[in-house]
T-cell receptor, first 114, second 114 residues
Framework: DGGITQSPKYLFRKEGQNVTLSCEQN?????MYWYRQDPGQGLRLIYY???????QKGDIAEGYSVSREKKESFPLTVTSAQKNPTAFYLC?????????????FGQGTRLTVV | AQSVTQLGSHVSVSEGALVLLRCNYS??????LFWYVQYPNQGLQLLLK??????LVKGINGFEAEFKKSETSFHLTKPSAHMSDAAEYFC????????????FGSGTRLSIRP
C-alpha cells in the first residue's frame, strides 16, 4: 500500500542535541512538507520541497534543517538552535501542480526534550 | 492575503445532535477547499474536498460540507453526532496559482457528550 512513513513515533532528546526525524513516501509525489503542531496552534509549516535537491523555508524554519536527496525521502533535523522543540511533527506529501489533490500525512513523530 | 479561519477552537455537542464546524476563507482567486480529521496522536486524513462542480460535497463518516462563494464559507456538518466523531478537525485551502501552498485553519476540537 502507498503511503507516508514517519519514524520514530516517539523521540526523546537531551537539550543541546540534534535529532533527525525520518519521512519516507512511496506515493511518487514530488512535493513534501514538514509541519509542527502545538496544542491550540494548528499546523505550522517548517519547510517544504517541490522537487529533489530543492526546498524552501516555511513560516517557522529557524532551528530546523532539511534535505531532499531522493524523491522518496525528506528528513527533518531539529538542531540545538531550536529553543522549544517539544512538539508533534507531521510530514505530508502532494503531487506537484495538483492543488485540487489532497495532502497525504504520516502518523507523526512526538518529540520531547528531557 | 489568503487565509483560513475556523470559528471556535472547541465545539461540544451531545450524541445524536447536529454537528456544525465553521470555516471561512479569504481569497481573490478560486479556492480548492478541504476538511481533514485528526485523531489523537495520529496524522491527518481527508474527510472531503471541494474542487469544482457541485457545491454540496459528501465525505466519509456521514459528513458533508457546502461551498458558498458569496459567504466565502465551507462549513462542515453532520446530522447526528456519534461518540467516534470526537477528534480535531482542520479546514484547509489551496489555490491553482500556488499549487504547493496549503493553508490550514487553526483547527476545531470536537467533543461528544453522552
Amino acid at each position: 500500500d502507498g503511503g507516508i512513513t514517519q519514524s520514530p513515533k516517539y523521540l526523546f532528546r537531551k537539550e543541546g542535541q540534534n535529532v533527525t526525524l525520518s519521512c519516507e513516501q512511496n506515493l511518487n509525489h514530488d512535493a513534501m512538507y514538514w509541519y509542527r503542531q502545538d496544542p491550540g496552534q494548528g499546523l505550522r509549516l517548517i519547510y517544504y520541497s517541490q522537487i529533489v535537491n530543492d526546498f524552501q523555508k516555511g513560516d517557522i524554519a529557524e532551528g530546523y534543517s532539511v534535505s531532499r536527496e531522493k524523491k522518496e525521502s525528506f528528513p527533518l533535523t531539529v538542531t540545538s538552535a531550536q529553543k522549544n522543540p517539544t512538539a508533534f511533527y507531521l510530514c505530508a506529501s502532494t503531487p506537484t501542480g495538483s492543488p485540487n489533490t489532497e495532502a497525504f500525512f504520516g502518523q507523526g513523530t512526538r518529540l520531547t526534550v528531557v | 492575503a489568503q487565509s483560513v479561519t475556523q470559528l471556535g477552537s472547541h465545539v461540544s455537542v451531545s450524541e445524536g445532535a447536529l454537528v456544525l464546524l465553521r470555516c471561512n476563507y479569504s481569497s481573490s482567486v478560486p479556492p480548492y477547499l478541504f476538511w481533514y480529521v485528526q485523531y489523537p496522536n495520529q496524522g491527518l486524513q481527508l474527510l472531503l474536498k471541494y474542487t469544482t462542480g457541485a457545491t454540496l460535497v459528501k465525505g466519509i463518516n456521514g459528513f458533508e460540507a457546502e461551498f458558498k462563494k458569496s459567504e466565502t464559507s465551507f462549513h462542515l456538518t453532520k446530522p447526528s453526532a456519534h461518540m467516534s466523531d470526537a477528534a480535531e478537525y482542520f479546514c484547509a485551502v489551496t489555490f491553482y496559482s500556488s499549487a504547493s501552498k496549503i493553508i490550514f485553519g487553526s483547527g476545531t476540537r470536537l467533543s461528544i457528550r453522552p
